[in-house]
């Protein structure tokens, strides 16, 4: 083949090529199909496509995609509370034609027309089932209440448009509880109030048990007192005793004792008023 003839197949293969069309669907992805405006049957997938030249093709993302919104609503005990949500969803791929056409493919269709009221909707139900209070100590059981309720809300929306399972939520966050500054300022007093008394329970056990212990140590110490006096007068009461038993069977042994107490000085008068005798 000459070169002019390879030049013209190149460009007849190169017309035919471009008269066909092309499209490629990128990961993640999943392409629709229209003429017109139309939606035309079948779903294109990830991958390079020849499609036909009238037709076009809309690419709808099948990845999970993260929505961020906030939402007001009121506690059970009516404070305002103001919440952030974050939200992990995608479209069901088999799904994505009904999603388009009853909610549109424009930037956002999804999210305002599905997602949103679904999260006003939920987190304002669920946060009148708590007090302020519990929505922050009770936080893992709001939030599974609220991933429950969008699925549920969600999955309501769907059906009622004939797109059942048309997205997925795969996981719900809630990152943020603020309330009124009025509100933050009673939990602040209420958090100190529990701490000094506390604190005033505490000094109080601190006194009470070093009171104790002063009491226990003078107890100690009356009882060693007591002992040792019992073990005094025992001892006394036993010598008397002997002392006794032994003049009894000595009468002597009275003699013996002022004997024993005489300092060896003989008195220098005896008698009462008048000197009887002289002794030196």
């Given at each position: 083949m000459n070169e002019s003839k390879k030049f013209l197949a190149v460009s007849v293969a190169?017309?035919?090529?471009?008269g066909c069309?092309?499209?490629?669907?990128?990961?993640?992805?999943?392409?629709?199909?229209?003429?017109f405006g139309a939606i035309q049957p079948g779903l294109l997938g990830e991958g390079f496509h020849f499609i036909d030249p009238?037709?076009?093709?809309?690419?709808?993302n099948v990845q999970t995609g993260t929505t961020n919104t906030e939402a007001m609503a009121a506690s059970k005990d009516l404070q305002t509370v103001h919440t952030k949500v974050g939200i992990q969803?995608?479209?069901?791929?088999?799904?994505?034609v009904c999603i388009v056409q009853k909610f549109g493919n424009y930037d956002g269709a999804w999210t305002n027309g599905i997602i949103e009221p679904a999260v006003q909707e939920v987190v304002k139900a669920t946060a009148a089932k708590y007090t302020a209070e519990e929505l922050i100590t009770k936080r893992q059981e709001v939030k599974t209440a609220v991933e429950v309720g969008l699925a549920e809300f969600i999955g309501k929306t769907l059906k009622a448009r004939g797109c059942d399972e048309g997205i997925r939520i795969?996981?719900?966050?809630?990152?943020?509880?603020?309330?009124?500054?009025?509100?933050?300022a009673s939990i602040e007093a209420?958090?100190?109030?529990?701490?000094?008394?506390?604190?005033?329970?505490?000094?109080?056990r601190t006194r009470v048990t070093q009171a104790e212990a002063a009491a226990k140590?003078?107890?100690?110490?009356?009882?060693?007192?007591?002992?040792k006096t019992d073990v005094e007068s025992k001892a006394n009461a036993a010598a008397i005793e002997r002392e006794s038993k032994a003049l009894e069977s000595n009468p002597n042994l009275v003699?013996?004792?002022?004997?024993?107490?005489?300092?060896?000085?003989?008195?220098?008068?005896?008698?009462?008023?008048?000197p009887m005798l002289q002794l030196k």
């Open positions: 190169l017309v035919a090529l471009t069309g092309c499209e490629e669907i990128p990961t993640g992805h999943v392409g629709i199909v229209t003429r009238m037709n076009s093709v809309v690419e709808v969803w995608q479209i069901t791929a088999d799904k994505a795969a996981n719900v966050a809630i990152t943020n509880f603020e309330f009124s500054h009025e509100f933050n209420k958090v100190k109030a529990e701490q000094d008394a506390l604190r005033a329970e505490n000094e109080k140590e003078a107890t100690v110490a009356a009882d060693a007192n007591a002992y003699q013996l004792r002022i004997a024993q107490k005489w300092d060896g000085k003989l008195p220098t008068y005896t008698g009462n008023s008048i």
